[in-house]
């Protein structure tokens, strides 16, 4: 199994910006990918982000690119996206999420980060 904590959540104003950071334990061997959802009131889920463990590639939703980065230190297990010039859209709750190895979907998962971002 692996366990993932998420933390670094809360509320900022329009334009200001947040990082959260997800360290993940257990069985990592087994992930290749971590990544991070969304979720609004009403919404369903989304991928917003992602980072590979070995080669640090990269993925962006276009409603986030530009203005959100994820880094990785795989020494540390952690990622961590860094939200810039956030928006009042951008409110949801924030998931991280590990990818096994040879399987697309996400296996593993965080409990969950509210960000709120005021107007």
């Known amino acids: 199994q692996v366990q993932l904590v998420e933390s670094g959540g809360g509320l900022v104003q329009a334009g200001g910006s947040l990082r959260l950071s997800c360290a993940a334990s257990?069985?990592?061997?087994?992930?290749?990918?971590m990544g991070w959802f969304r979720q609004a009131p009403g919404q369903e889920r989304a991928l917003v982000a992602s980072?590979?463990?070995?080669?640090?590639?990269?993925y962006y939703a276009d409603s986030v690119k530009g203005r959100f980065t994820v880094s990785r230190d795989n020494a540390k297990n952690t990622v961590y996206p860094q939200m810039n010039s956030l928006k009042p859209e951008d409110t949801a709750v924030y998931y991280c999420?590990?990818?096994?190895?040879?399987?697309?979907?996400?296996?593993?998962w965080g409990q969950g980060t509210q960000v709120t971002v005021s107007s």
């Open positions: 980072i590979t463990w070995g080669g640090g590639s990269t």
């Open positions: 999420a590990a990818r096994r190895q040879g399987v697309p979907e996400y296996a593993y």
């Open positions: 257990g069985r990592t061997y087994r992930t290749d990918a």
